[in-house]
């Protein structure tokens, strides 16, 4: 992420300084297409004085080099004496320096890419290879531009495949990994250079070699083939600027680089240092599945100390609130003293120690909002509930109620609950957001300001007599959003809901009013998801502009934008403790960022398609994320490591969610079925050592098959939706599909 | 699917064009779909590439009316999101700021007004015909603007009591300002409920145009209505339903 966020800058800096030192040397070239190319090229310039970095040093030995290749005597004067650069510092050329010219290739918007390289292109023919002793003046000079012939690329491919072909088994897997950025790295330059019939040949060539999990990019690929249909497509450009990840072992790493150093053309040497990254671990080499399983993304795996920064997973302490004795239930069977039940009700959910949990974030972290009496309410409703929770395991499973929408068309795009069960939404495909009543108890709003003008207001029932009895009915209809409704959520006090469209706004509903009170727009682009803090007032939203926007109720702009994703944001969860948002993107990621800065404090790669279901566990340690590919993986938050995969599943997953003393994690998908996992089982087998932690390779079970508690088939209902109520009884929805 | 032979040439091209980005499934409304937007988009371009070509003054229109054509409704109409670097940047700008702490007790916690979609977004125009004055029972205030008509609002909107309420439930006061036209202050309104006993409406209006403005006119009938009997009152409310119903 650094190494991103500092190009710009340094590009910048860059920019500003190189007028200064071009206008002195062109004024000595005239005529000349070498300076013509120097003076127009917006990159290659060193900064003016100062003390130049160590990039920046190479830069101008290198722009010294050229000039003097060209002979240009005056500029080079002029040059040498701007820059304060002595003869004898041109002799100094590292091979490995040159990694500076790359770093000003980072970021920059599509203008400047494509300027870079119509540029360079034109700049001294490099047709020839590189030759050893100045590799460092055509790796400057060429940002983006091939240093071959476009048939060559063919041919350093194949080169590179032998080889990888011919090391030994231990070996071969970890350096396999280095085909499919290559690979793609090497058909955009062909194709950002306008090579049209060697970029298709290499393509038709290589694209069957790839991994299978890799299968849609390049679908995606395969339509590009020019240069301009590489200019709207902001994906596949932040592919080009950020680096792939490898994790490579120590061992297979001096294999490559003594292979690659030995042959002349450097060429693919030079394209592994510009576009990917490198993380040498040292010990044994990975074996096919355990990278199988770890790769996948489109930015390659996640660094290793990206991982490490610490994650408060713990839960909040919850507020001591004292239970009325006067409305215990009767069918209680317990006989013992009051005292004594009105402690155990106590503690049964607050933590049992006094102490601060380590794993927990302090209370004032982030401001959150101060309980109300009927937050306070709510809250005793739910220890009541709870009590009468079933405890779930493998020889008890839930009931699971489906609720089924017919007649939605296939218009049903997006379902939530309230927590207590009792309030169902639906958002749909024309634009309209429903509210169902689940309970008997119908749907009222509050009547209009003339009614309420001449209600006593002093009575003791003046809460249900505000309320119109003549308009309740079972279900409301809301209008407001001009797209469909990509996204439903409602806040823990069933006061609001919220739901995301298309038309890239989040609107803000009352549930006592039934109208919109707010929309927010920030995303100019459909919101995918929005999802409520678990203490109400802020919620998050993510979407078609690769962001996901943290929003207070009362603030019309975000607070936090958590920006770092390839690809759009498909699903945005918060956190129990609200401290943390956990972000599914199309880039085949999740991130976990914390509220406060907005760092993104984790990067879990692992998933074959994009993911569309996040869910913690109740405890704050675990998530589990479901996609396309219609695995589940689970992830330990702590440590950044995936724990589990639980495979099963034939469809993408959009419904994940863990039971209330998360036992039971339950997944709905487009294949019609709703299927039970055992998470406690799941989460028990994780064994971690010092290797494990260091690196993050961890070797996976497959269990899933005995994790599998239960799978249940509609008849031919996709699950968009899964709920357990406050008594572990499970609720899914979804709409009947009659195709 | 229709079979190959019947299906008209672009058509088949459609469902080349959907074989080969890999994609197997698809509605057959989905043709039709991507068949209108070639169309579309194609004419768009060309009548685009003709006014340019005849700007230019050029007898035919090659191939640079097209790009450029194409240049300017990528920028219109094609928009795609900002990029990375941008991104970052603004992220970090916003990031640097602390979270703003949170007031206690305020209430629903909305954006200020002017950001909220609780506001009138109608203006009532004034009345143009005289109100016969029979029977209180006062269906003429057709004020006709718009979707919504006739809506008499109690000018209680603004007093306290109403507020009171408002806080036990937690609702907003300005949650019901949604259905209102406006918020006189208490004077007004009680200068005007002293000035009418039971006469006919005509009075008031021809008073208080030059008080306040057009706005209060409906407030002054409403006056007028509240004051009868409350029969009419129940029936006007249910007329005022029927309307709230036709104006959705």
Known sequence: ?739 | MASPKTVPKDAQVMMQILKDMGITEYEPRVINQMLEFTYRYVTTIIEDAKIYSTHAKKSNVDADDIRLAIQCRVDQSFTSPPPRDFLLDIARQKNQTPLPLIKPYTGPRLPPDRYCLTAPNYRLKSLQKKVSSSAGRITVPRLSVGAVSSRPSTPTLGTPSVQTVGTKVGTPVSLTGQRFTVQIPSSQATSVKSATPTTPTVQNVLINPSLIGSKNILITTNMVSQNSSSDSTSLKRKHEDEDDYDAL
């Open chain 1, 1 to 739: 992420m650094a190494a991103v966020q500092d190009g710009p800058m340094e590009l910048d800096a860059e920019k500003e300084a190189k007028p200064e030192i071009l206008s002195d040397g062109t004024s000595n070239l005239s005529g000349n297409t070498a300076s013509g190319t120097l003076s127009s090229s917006p990159l290659t310039a060193a900064p003016a004085g100062g003390a130049p970095k160590m990039e920046d040093q190479q830069t101008l030995i290198a722009v010294l080099q050229f000039l003097k290749r060209n002979k240009l005597s005056e500029s080079v004067e002029i040059l040498r004496r701007e820059a304060g650069l002595g003869e004898h510092q041109e002799g100094s050329q590292a091979t490995d320096g040159s990694g500076g010219g790359k770093g000003d290739g980072d970021g920059g918007d599509a203008n400047s890419l494509l300027s870079r390289v119509s540029i360079t292109s034109a700049a001294a023919p490099q047709s020839m290879p590189v030759k050893k002793d100045q590799p460092d003046v055509s790796v400057v000079l060429s940002a983006y531009s091939q240093q071959g012939d476009p048939p060559l690329y063919q041919v350093y491919y194949s080169g590179l495949k032998n080889f990888i072909e011919s090391v030994l088994d231990c070996h071969r897997a970890e350096l396999s990994q280095l085909f499919y950025p290559l690979f793609v790295h090497m058909y955009l330059e062909l194709v950002y250079n306008n090579h049209e019939t060697e970029a298709k040949a290499f393509f038709d060539k290589f694209s069957g070699d790839q991994e299978c999990y890799y299968q849609d990019d390049l679908h995606i690929l395969c339509g590009l083939t020019k240069k301009e249909h590489l200019k709207g497509n902001e994906v596949l450009l932040d592919f080009r600027t950020s680096r792939f990840v490898l994790h490579i072992s120590r061992d297979s790493y001096q294999l490559l680089k003594r292979h690659l150093q030995e042959r002349h053309n450097n060429q693919i040497w030079n394209i592994i240092q510009e576009h990917l990254y490198i993380d040498i671990f040292d010990g044994m080499p990975r074996s096919k599945s355990q990278i199988d399983s770890m790769s996948g993304s489109l930015a390659g795996e996640a660094k290793r100390e990206v991982n490490k920064a610490k994650v408060f997973y713990g839960l909040l302490k919850e507020p001591e609130i004292e239970v009325p004795l006067d409305d215990e239930d009767d069918e209680a069977e317990n006989e013992e003293g009051k005292p004594k039940k009105k402690k155990t009700k106590k503690d049964s959910l607050g933590s049992k120690s006094k102490k601060q949990d380590p794993n927990a974030p302090q209370q004032n972290r982030i401001p959150l909002p101060e309980l109300k009496d009927s937050d306070k309410l709510d809250k005793i409703m739910y220890m009541k509930e709870s009590t009468k929770r079933i405890r779930l395991g493998p020889e008890n499973l839930p009931s699971i109620c489906f609720y089924t929408f017919l007649n939605a068309f296939q218009g049903l795009t997006a379902v939530d609950f309230t927590d207590d069960s009792s309030l169902l939404a639906g958002g749909f495909a024309d634009s309209t957001v429903r509210v169902w009543s689940v309970t008997p108890k119908k749907l009222r709003k509050v009547k209009s300001a003339g009614e309420l003008n001449v209600i006593e207001k002093e009575s003791d029932d003046v809460l249900e007599r505000i309320m119109d009895e003549k308009t309740a009915s079972e279900s409301k209809i809301l209008h407001g959003h001009s797209g469909p409704v990509y996204g439903v959520s409602f806040s823990p006090d069933r006061n609001y809901l919220l739901s995301s469209s298309e038309d890239g706004t989040v609107r803000l509903w009352s549930l006592q009013t039934f109208t919109c009170l707010v929309g927010y727009k920030g995303h100019n682009y459909p919101v995918w998801d929005t999802h409520f803090s678990p203490f109400g007032y802020y919620f998050v939203s993510g979407g078609h502009d690769r962001v996901a926007r943290l929003w207070a109720t009362d603030h019309y702009q975000p607070l936090r934008i958590f920006a770092g994703h390839l690809a759009d944001v498909t699903c945005t969860r918060f956190h129990p403790n609200s401290n943390y948002v956990a972000t599914g993107s199309t880039d085949r990621t999740v991130r976990l960022w914390d509220v406060l800065n907005a760092n993104c404090v984790r990067i879990l790669t692992g998933h074959k398609g994009p993911i569309h279901s996040l869910a913690f566990s109740p405890n704050g340690k675990f998530l589990a994320s479901g996609s396309t590919d219609g695995r589940v993986l689970l992830w330990d938050i702590g440590h950044g490591l995936m724990i589990g995969e639980l495979k099963g599943h034939t469809d993408t997953i959009y419904a994940l969610k863990f039971s209330r003393d998360g036992e039971i994690l339950a997944s709905g998908s487009m294949d019609n079925t709703v299927r039970l996992w055992d998470s406690m089982k799941a989460f028990d087998e994780v064994e971690t050592d010092d290797f494990t932690a260091t690196t993050g390779h961890i070797h996976l079970p497959d269990n899933s098959q005995e994790l599998l508690l239960g799978m249940y088939h509609s008849k031919s209902t996709p699950v968009t939706h899964l709920h357990f109520t406050r008594r572990n009884l499970l609720l899914a929805a979804g709409a009947y599909n009659s195709q």
